[in-house]
């Protein structure tokens, strides 16, 4: 317990649990990602292209050897090692971008990169030993192959990946911002942007509306100064059901009928009225909505 104490008092070994507690947090912060597998290939053929003019026009070690001939026959093919590597771990990706429910981290893209830059080092490796040195003696060993080849390489190939993909992911990014709608605010108040489909509902409150919607996983609510009628004119898609509410049909669960009063089970287990001025074309709609 004394020992425990001990160490909580220590500087260093604070300091160094506080620098841990600060990268963990900065690990899990989203980072741009395109899960585009077509965006992807491109990524790949590009970096076959860059890997192949890399050694071809610089001759790194014993490239200088090769005849113009040999390297035409040999570089390629360390290109299309690289890019056909990047290309296999396409699957993979967007299978952990579904699993993390399309959350992609800086953790997420370094598991990423690391993996890549392992298995694309092992057939490159095994490239070499088995087809450039094939019938030569004294191949350079698996220390030196790897500190003065594999990793000048890498911190020279691995940005055009890191770009590639930064770039892609944040196009991807800016498109998906363009498609948000934006519930006003009323003069110089602020608004709110988001999702149509993660609108759930908007209520009306005093000389406000709560914004009720997703937010990931979360249902979130926000107040926006304004009035429900300028948003009903402004948004037709959404379903006016009372004086005070306006919901989206996308998250109709279910009818309910509760001492004669009709109401509609939206997503969350929210439950908004539903008046009689607006039933028939409420239940029209609907109907007319999820029939289809």
């Not at 395109?34 to 992807?40: R, T």
């Not at 200088?64 to 299309?80: A, T, W």
């Not at 080849?149 to 991807?172: D, E, H, N, Q």
């Not at 998906?176 to 709110?192: F, H, N, S, V, W």
Request: net charge positive; charged share 20%; with cysteine.
């Amino acid at each position: 317990m004394h020992q425990r104490k001990d160490l909580l008092q220590d500087p260093f070994f604070f300091g160094c649990s506080i620098r841990t507690f600060i990268s963990m947090k900065l690990l899990k912060n989203k980072y741009p990602f395109d899960p585009s597998a077509k965006h992807h290939i491109l990524i790949g053929i590009g970096l076959g292209i860059w890997i192949f003019s890399f050694l071809y026009f610089t001759e790194p070690l014993d490239v200088s050897e090769f005849g113009e001939k040999e390297k035409l026959i040999y570089l390629p093919i360390y290109g299309l090692i690289g890019g056909a590597c990047y290309c296999l771990f396409i699957p993979l990706q967007s299978f952990l971008n579904n699993l993390f429910q399309h959350r992609w981290t800086i953790l997420s893209e370094l598991v990423f990169l690391s993996m890549f830059v392992l298995i694309a080092s092992i057939f490159a490796r095994l490239y070499y030993l088995n087809v450039i040195m094939i019938g030569e003696s004294n191949p350079y060993s698996l220390g030196y192959y790897i500190s003065d080849i594999l990793f000048p390489a890498i911190l020279i190939i691995l940005p055009i990946v890191i770009i590639g993909r930064f770039s892609f992911g944040k196009y991807k990014e800016k498109k998906l911002e363009q498609t948000k709608i934006e519930i006003p605010g009323e003069g110089t108040y602020d608004g709110l942007k988001l999702f149509f489909d993660d609108l759930i509902f908007i209520q009306s409150a005093d000389n406000y509306i709560e914004v009720n919607y997703f937010s990931g996983k979360e249902i979130k609510k926000s107040l926006v100064r304004n009035k429900l009628s300028v948003i009903a004119n402004d948004f037709p898609e959404l379903l006016r059901v009372h004086r005070s509410y306006v919901v989206n049909p996308f998250h109709f669960v279910r009818w309910k009928t509760e001492k004669n009063k009709l109401s509609l089970e939206l997503s969350g287990a929210h439950f908004t009225p539903v008046s009689n001025t607006y039933k028939e074309e409420v239940k029209f709609i609907i109907n007319s909505t999820t029939n289809n």
